[in-house]
């Protein structure tokens, strides 16, 4: 808060400052005249404050985008003049540590790692890895229902510690103790909020009678149960330097990152007041099982941010052009309908059926693969290789050789590749359905037993995996593997942290699928 005194006639002013999130700050100023203090001079002087605090939002948006590059650590001060928040911080920092603060060769107060600040734009690779993959233990403190099937748990750190900063899109691998269960089940889910040191918003599907955490924690979450969870992490997320409009495409559960990407480019917008258009385009059953109805009074805090919400199967009390604006499922002829001819970047989330055909649609009329984006929850999907436009593109073209692999079951035997991507991805490819979780070695889903062979992983995966097993989603044939042109760049991986794991060093590999 500032108070101020103007020169002339006696007046105050008050400025309020409230942190509106991670990276904003709203406020409002009131003005007092004392009694006396003409109309005029009221007038004149409320509009040159208006002119200067015009000016400061230009120059503070403009620190803050600076900021936001993650070069600085922290923001500079005037040392010659500003003293008071000199002397603010030095207050700060000595309540914190209980010692006198130091200045540091520049004049500026020298802050102890706690009081560092948090990079504004987060970045989950910060975090030291035994911070990352650690499990912290949380509480729900709060349960929403979004509709008929969805429901949002809230939950903080047990311990009551700040959480770890997350990009909208990504998601939150978790460890539920059920207790019919003889093991932890590992799950991930996507977080459904902006991200904010407070609280985790998890959005879950109450899956079918078989289906084990969503069921869990749909019947016995309440405030006060306690789960566990790593770091959050994902890939998929919102190009943070694209000013292109963003189009958000997704069916049923898979609202849940564009609800948090949608939320923090309205953020963003009231925060710089410049808005990346938004296109909100979600396909799901029926008013019942619609969650997150409330996004169109999210765009109506943005000027170009446009929904359209359409259902498959609309009930008795659905009303067309009220609940929903359109029926049918979202196809490609859909998207061309309603999307004006520009250069877009998509994200698109749902059902495997309804992204592949997505997908083939999008790249059918010329989008380009890297202009896609798309996040998968389901198991068994035939995900095209190419939706995987990062890892080809890291592959050096030099490539001398292929590796034949076998999957036993199924008869089928094919020639691996380096533009075929993970085991995973590759044995999608060829018509198979492995079951998978986290696509990203945290869950254990996909471990499979390798007949013959060996592997090399991309990233050492978290999972644990049984003697003779190998996790298909993050390992490649070893023999292609060790081609040093694009082992070093691969995913910027060091070499010399890749682990092996398998039968032999034959350069066939062969799995029992
Ligand atoms: C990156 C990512 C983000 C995600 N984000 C979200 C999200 O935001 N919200 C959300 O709701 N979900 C999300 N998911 C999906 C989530 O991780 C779980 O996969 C989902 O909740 C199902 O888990 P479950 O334990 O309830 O079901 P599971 O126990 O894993 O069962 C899944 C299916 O398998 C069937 N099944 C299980 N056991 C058997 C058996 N023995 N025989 C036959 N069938 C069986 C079940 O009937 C069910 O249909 C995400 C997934 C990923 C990979
Ligand atoms: S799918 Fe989760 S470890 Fe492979």
Redesign the pocket.
């Known amino acids: 808060m500032t108070i101020n005194i103007n020169p002339g006639f006696p007046n105050l002013s008050i400025d309020v400052w409230n942190p509106d999130g991670a990276n904003a700050t709203e406020g409002f100023s009131e003005q007092y005249f004392a009694p006396g203090v003409s109309e005029e001079f009221a007038k004149e002087l409320i509009a040159f404050n208006k002119e200067v605090g015009a000016q400061d939002d230009v120059l503070t948006d403009s620190v803050q985008r600076g900021l936001l590059g993650g070069l600085p650590e922290r923001g500079r001060l005037l040392t010659n003049s500003e003293h008071l928040v000199i002397h603010f911080q030095k207050l700060i920092v000595n309540a914190v540590t209980g010692e006198p603060a130091a200045l540091t060769p520049s004049g500026l107060v020298a802050l102890p790692p706690v009081l560092r600040t948090i990079p504004l734009l987060p970045n989950a690779s910060v975090v030291p890895d035994s911070e990352r993959n650690a499990y912290v233990e949380l509480e729900i403190f709060k349960i929403e229902p979004e509709s008929e099937i969805?429901s949002s748990f809230y939950m903080r750190r047990a311990d009551g510690k700040p959480l770890d900063p997350w990009v909208p899109g990504q998601?939150l691998p978790i460890r539920v103790t059920i207790p019919s269960e003889p093991q932890p089940?590992l799950?991930?889910?996507?977080l459904?909020t902006t991200p904010n040191p407070d609280y985790y918003r998890?959005?879950?599907?109450r899956?079918?009678?078989?289906?084990?955490?969503?069921?869990f924690l749909h019947a016995n979450g309440r405030p006060g149960l306690r789960i566990e969870a790593m770091t959050p992490r994902?890939k998929?997320m919102l190009t943070p330097q694209s000013e292109r409009p963003a189009v958000f495409v997704s069916g049923g559960?898979g609202i849940?990152?564009m609800i948090a990407m949608a939320t923090h480019i309205v953020e963003e917008g009231r925060r710089t007041g410049k808005f990346r258009p938004v296109w909100f385009i979600h396909g799901t059953s029926n008013g019942r099982v619609h969650a997150f109805g409330n996004v169109k009074e999210l765009a109506g805090q943005h000027p170009a941010m446009k929904v359209h919400i359409r259902y498959s199967q609309p009930g008795s009390t659905d009303r067309l052009g009220i609940t929903h604006d359109s029926e049918g499922r979202i196809t490609i002829d859909v998207l061309k309908e309603l999307l004006p001819l520009n250069d877009y970047d998509f994200y698109l989330c749902g059902p495997p059926p309804f992204m592949q055909s997505l997908y083939d649609g999008l790249t059918g009329i010329g989008v380009r693969r890297e202009r896609i984006h798309y996040?998968?929850?389901?198991?068994g999907t035939a995900l095209k290789p190419e939706l995987h436009p990062e890892i080809p593109a890291r592959i050096s073209a030099s490539d001398d050789g292929s590796v034949p692999i076998r999957f036993a079951k199924s008869g089928i035997t094919a020639e691996w590749s380096r533009d075929k991507g993970s085991l995973l991805e590759f044995a999608e490819a060829v018509g198979l359905a492995p079951v998978f979780?986290?696509?990203s070695g945290i869950c254990g889903t996909c471990a499979t037993r390798i007949t013959s062979g060996a592997v090399d992983y991309i990233e050492e995966p978290l999972a644990p995996r049984g003697e003779g097993q190998v996790l298909l989603c993050c390992s490649v044939p070893a023999a292609a593997a060790l081609v040093p042109a694009w082992c070093s760049t691969y995913r910027g991986i060091d070499p010399s942290k890749r682990r092996r794991n398998g039968a032999t060093a034959s350069r066939s590999v062969y799995l029992p699928l």
Do not use: H, K, M
């Not at 799950?187 to 996507?190: A, E, K, L, N, V």
């Not at 998890?202 to 599907?205: A, D, K, P, T, V």
């Not at 996040?375 to 198991?379: A, C, D, K």
């Open positions: 969805i998601f089940a799950r991930t889910y996507t459904s998890l959005s879950i599907r899956g079918d009678e078989n289906s084990l955490v969503s069921r994902g998929f559960v849940t990152p996040e998968s929850f389901g198991s979780g986290c696509r």
